[in-house]
């Protein structure tokens, strides 16, 4: 048996959970999320909780029950506590703002770079030099700050361009500190 699909999913108050045939809905003060149940996986709510089980031995159903269990855990804690990503932006001159619903970050190139807001998020850049994605969907917001870091990754060098919050970037010595001027023989 999955360790991890044997688990029930607790449901704190103030969150809904219906299922009606292979559909999850998940109701909560975050917002609304649905997700649909593969074949050989049976999901069933019962005293606060969600236990999901699965049909058989095979190895990708296996697999399958820990996944769904997993995706109905982050459905439960996005919409009642959500989820954020936090980016940092290092660099002379670099910078990001909220404009209406698109996302603008001037990054070293020629033009500003514009980013439209997907549904069901909200970004704020309470400093320039920092951007917070939220929202209830943690796909969603993983992937939108992915494609933010995408626009100008950290390069190895000085250290500029978009990154993760704490996220470490491993510098490397230039040609100048090596000292690898060619010597004639």
Do not use: W
């Amino acid at each position: 048996m999955s360790r991890l699909g044997a688990m029930p999913v607790a449901i704190p108050t103030g969150v809904k959970l219906t299922q009606s045939g292979r559909s999850v809905q998940v109701e909560g003060p975050k917002g609304k999320l649905a997700f649909e149940l593969p074949e050989a996986i049976t999901a069933a709510v019962k005293d606060n909780a969600v236990t999901v089980t699965r049909s058989g031995d095979e190895k990708a159903i296996k697999a399958l029950h820990g996944l769904c269990r997993s995706l109905i855990a982050n459905m439960v804690t996005g919409v009642s506590a959500g989820f954020q990503k936090e980016l940092e932006i290092v660099g002379v001159g670099y910078r990001a703002q909220v404009q209406g619903k698109a996302l603008t970050m001037t990054v070293g190139y020629s033009h500003p770079v514009a980013l439209p807001i997907p549904a069901g998020l909200t970004v704020e850049a309470p400093k320039p030099t920092q951007v917070i994605v939220k929202g209830a969907d943690k796909q969603a917001v993983g992937e939108f700050a992915a494609t933010i870091r995408r626009v100008k990754p950290p390069e190895p060098y000085k250290g500029t361009g978009i990154r993760y919050a704490g996220e470490v970037v491993r510098r490397k010595a230039g040609k100048a500190a090596t000292g690898s001027g060619a010597k004639a023989a």
